[in-house]
């Protein structure tokens, strides 16, 4: 059974930084791209953030590029999301997520939104 499993979500001051990390288990970590989204209240899930196995590519949505980083420790089966500068219309539930394809096919996948699974979401308040 995989299971992926968020925290390091909070409430923190527009100007503030948190660290999102996502634990994965059932899978080999290392064969899988994995990704970011973000769900904030009455708006559609949007990827955020995606990174491939092998932490070569990596893409970012415009409205976080330069202020979020995403990283992967294979050996230790954890995606990390480095948020800084956060604004309040960051706000919003965030999710990590794994493709159904290995390798660059599922880097692809998850661009496309096609996701296989999903962990239970990690909330991040921006106050003003």
């Known amino acids: 059974q995989v299971q992926l499993v968020e925290s390091g979500g909070g409430l923190v001051q527009a100007g503030g930084s948190l660290r999102l990390t996502c634990t994965v288990s059932?899978?080999?970590?290392?064969?899988?791209?994995m990704g970011w989204f973000r769900q904030a209240p009455g708006k559609e899930r949007e990827v955020i953030s995606i990174i491939n196995w092998n932490s070569e590519t990596t893409y970012y949505a415009d409205s976080v590029k330069g202020r979020f980083t995403v990283s992967r420790d294979n050996p230790k089966s954890t995606l990390y999301l480095d948020m800084n500068s956060l604004q309040p219309e960051d706000t919003a539930m965030y999710y990590c997520a794994t493709p159904d394809w290995r390798g660059s096919g599922g880097y692809y996948q998850l661009r496309d939104g096609t996701v296989k699974y999903w962990g239970q979401g990690t909330q991040v308040t921006v106050s003003r």
């Open positions: 059932g899978r080999v970590f290392d064969d899988y791209a």
